[in-house]
């Protein structure tokens, strides 16, 4: 790891500034430009704001110039920076397509409802290697509906994460219904890129029908889980549904067991246990969980030291096999690994926060109520999951639970939870 690039992040805004205007050449690493454009998000001020502004006016074609200037378009549409609108919208006729990508969804961010800057964005569907995809999002999100004839094509698209994006976007500008399950499909899709992508179109059209399908789609649990927290905490708000029909949902996200998952791959024949132990670190969770389900379906009484011995290595090191490897530990029921849970139940690193919840759901499996103090004191945090699994763990164990936390919680969903179906301690 480059220690030079991290303590990058540790300079003042006055800093950052300051190497955002020093030219290319005059800099020993030619990224500094780009990460103090990055840095910036950090400090939404009117000097940073002021700074951005210039370092996009200022750039040339070279590519370490391009990339800041990139970057610098991002971070003022995170600030949705209205006094950066017309430099971002002279951007959408650049030539390079990730500029006109990121001009296009900070006038997203920014909002705007002029109609030659929404005609503009509609023009680039029509122009070749362009990323189609968020422009069909800005232009729904923007809610113009002149688009939607320039969209309609891309129904078809075989890229099927634009397809996805397209149907949402008809959906939203059209009110036609009819095109819903054509998304929920799409959950089953080979690849995991459009797994994901059409779960934020399910998001958008706010198809609360979709919850089930979602938590039972094979990607990551942090995509699955934001999905139904906003789905189901809009469903609850507007009246659609009661967190009774939202939480065997949370649960089995939380609880993420693959025999609760649609998976969408397979073997041809039963692979290894050191082939199924290196699917662990897949970047298609897909195929992790696929691999997890083997492994307790044919590995169960060998696996332990293995995945001991992989922790080891690399998994304690890499965020996903770190993950899967600690929900096993708790699927297995595997007593030696008992401390190593202990342990990562609070590690900090923010890599590795869905770990925590899944090391308090892997102690609930191990069945040992020597950790349910532990348990209880990583109840006492602000991460979701991580107060989600606890709460379902104490529960599993009938251990009783302060009612002032529900008072004291401030999460749309929690206190639900908590008042319904936890063991509570009266109020004196």
């Not at 939404?44 to 006016?57: G, Q, V």
């Not at 951007?91 to 001009?103: F, I, K, P, Q």
């Not at 059209?174 to 095109?179: A, E, I, L, P, V």
């Not at 967190?243 to 791959?265: G, K, M, S, T």
Request: net charge negative; aromatic share 10%.
């Amino acid at each position: 790891m480059d220690k030079r690039f991290s303590n990058l992040f540790q300079i003042t805004e006055e800093q950052a500034i300051k190497l955002l205007q020093t030219p290319l050449e005059q800099l020993e690493d030619k990224s500094d430009r780009y990460a103090a454009a990055s840095h910036l998000v950090r400090f939404k001020s009117d000097r940073s704001i002021k700074a951005l502004i210039e370092a996009i006016a200022v750039c040339d074609d070279q590519m370490y110039n391009q990339i800041t200037k990139r970057k610098a378009i991002e971070t003022l549409g995170r600030f949705k920076a209205e006094e950066a609108f017309e430099i971002i919208c002279s951007c959408l006729g650049d030539h390079d397509c990730y500029t006109v990508e990121n001009a296009v969804w900070a006038i997203g961010e920014i909002g705007t409802k002029d109609k030659a800057i929404l005609n503009k964005i509609t023009e680039i569907l029509s122009k070749p290697n362009q990323n189609y995809r968020v422009v069909i999002q800005v232009l729904a999100k923007l809610d113009y509906h002149l688009a939607v004839e320039a969209i309609k094509p891309f129904i078809e698209d075989k890229d099927q994460s634009i397809a996805s994006a397209a149907l949402s976007a008809i959906i939203r500008l059209t009110g036609d219904n009819s095109y819903t399950e054509r998304i929920v499909e799409l959950l089953q899709s080979d690849s995991v890129n459009v797994r994901r992508a059409c779960i934020q179109d399910l998001m958008d059209i706010k198809y609360f029908d979709s919850i089930g399908a979602i938590a039972s789609c094979p990607v990551s649990i942090v995509f699955r889980l934001r999905a139904i927290r906003a789905l189901g905490e809009t469903a609850i708000d507007e009246g659609f549904k009661s967190f009774a029909e939202i939480e065997p949902y949370l649960d089995q996200v939380i609880r993420d067991h693959p025999n609760d998952l649609q998976l969408v791959h397979e073997y041809d024949q039963p692979p290894s246990l050191e082939f199924l132990i290196n699917e662990l670190y897949h970047t298609d969770f897909g195929r992790c969980y696929l691999a997890t389900k083997t492994i307790l379906d044919n590995y169960a009484d060998v696996a332990g030291e293995a995945l001991i011995n992989t922790y080891k290595e690399s998994a304690h090191n890499d965020y996903g096999a770190h993950y899967h490897v600690i929900k096993l530990f708790g699927w297995l029921k595997y007593q030696p690994a008992y401390d190593l849970l202990l342990e990562n139940l609070f590690n900090n690193a923010p890599q590795f926060q869905k770990s925590r919840a899944a090391s308090a759901i892997a102690l609930g499996n191990l069945g040992d109520e020597r950790a349910i103090e532990a348990v209880e004191k990583a109840l006492i945090t602000n991460i979701f999951d991580l107060k989600y699994a606890c709460l379902m763990v104490l529960q599993q164990w009938n251990y009783p639970i302060d009612s002032q936390i529900a008072v004291n919680e401030s999460d749309f969903l929690l206190p639900y939870k908590i008042q319904n179906k936890a063991n509570i301690f009266p109020n004196d």
